[in-house]
């Protein structure tokens, strides 16, 4: 898989474009800081509420998503999954017009066909591996952040360098960029949220913590057990992998993680994970999701209003309130 770097890119393809970023939330406002600086044309599709008001505020030239739309060249959705179908068919899709490309940050709703653009127009994926607040960080510190780009249509056979140029005027290839498909990002990136970074890890970090207070230990040892010392396990790993993790913890801890650790995580799991897959894959996930949306999240508000309450949110914002600098 090539490795895309600083000197392997030109942004020039990008220079003449206006480029339309819709939404100015939480990867919109850093994606059109960094694009801008890089001294692209940058101008903020969004709706009049806060956001509208703090691109203002940042220098931008601020209009409706439809006259966005219309007057960009290229048009960034940065949106949430689940509004994108909705505000594309409305405000966007009438000034989607040959020439035109059409961009995105995660391929959901091409791959799912939430949005069908024409096919006389590119469209790509410039994706950050990272939180919107991160890219930033890197990039004013002269730096970035890795990133994915992809290309789903290529009518102008363009549509790869639009996706480097971009990439390399948010910072990316100063970390490197990899390429691959929208099903591939999209793919990996729901069943890593669901059955790892989201889902997998809350599940896990919950079931140890009731574990050890269903045999009597105080909530707040098994709190510090379960969840407090996992950031420090983490950005372990996050520095040099799971070798130097285990380099870094006691004999005690990598003997035991290393033998037990796969009586959780066994074959039942591992079934579980591939089930998940396969309901990404086939679009099973993505219906219930779009479906869960349209009649106004009922679930998703309950489970919220649920986990509120459970012993190890309470907990845990008492234990937080001792360590707060006063």
């Not at 005027?169 to 691959?180: D, L, N, P, Q």
Request: net charge negative; charged share 30%; with cysteine.
């Amino acid at each position: 898989m090539k490795i895309y770097h600083e000197n392997d890119v030109s942004i020039d393809s990008l220079k003449d474009k206006t480029i339309a970023i819709i939404g100015y939330g939480n990867q919109g406002r850093p994606q059109a800081l960094c694009l801008r600086d890089s001294g692209l044309k940058v101008i903020i599709g969004s709706v009049k509420d806060a956001s509208f008001d703090k691109a203002l505020e940042d220098g931008f030239e601020v209009m409706p998503i439809a006259e966005a739309a219309e007057k960009g060249d290229l048009i960034q959705i940065l949106l949430p999954d689940e509004v994108q179908g909705m505000v594309y068919a409305k405000e966007i899709a009438p000034h989607v017009k040959q020439g035109k490309i059409l961009c995105c940050s995660h391929g959901f709703n091409i791959v799912f066909k939430q949005i069908v653009p024409p096919k006389d127009v590119d469209v790509i994926m410039v994706a950050p591996k990272s939180p919107g607040s991160e890219e930033r960080k890197e990039y004013e510190r002269g730096f970035g952040v890795p990133g994915l780009i992809a290309v789903y249509q290529n009518p102008s056979g363009k549509a790869k360098d639009y996706a480097l140029a971009y990439a390399k005027a948010m910072g990316y290839t100063r970390a490197g960029v990899i390429e691959c498909t929208f099903q591939q990002e999209t793919y990996s990136d729901l069943f890593g949220e669901q059955a790892v970074l989201c889902g997998g890890v809350t599940e896990l970090i919950k079931a140890g913590f009731e574990t050890l207070v269903g045999a009597g230990y105080p909530p707040e040892i098994a709190y510090f057990e379960c969840l407090n010392e996992l950031k420090l396990i983490v950005d372990l790993i996050y520095e040099g992998g799971l070798g130097l993790m285990w380099q870094r913890v006691s004999n005690t801890a990598e003997y035991g993680g290393r033998t037990r650790g796969k009586k959780v995580i066994g074959k039942e799991s591992r079934e579980a994970m591939k089930k998940l897959l396969a309901d990404i894959e086939s679009g099973k996930f993505a219906d219930e999701w779009v479906n869960e949306f349209k009649n106004g999240l009922p679930n998703l508000k309950k489970m919220r209003e649920e986990g509120a309450k459970q012993q190890i949110e309470v907990v845990g914002k008492e234990i937080r309130a001792l360590f707060e600098k006063k």
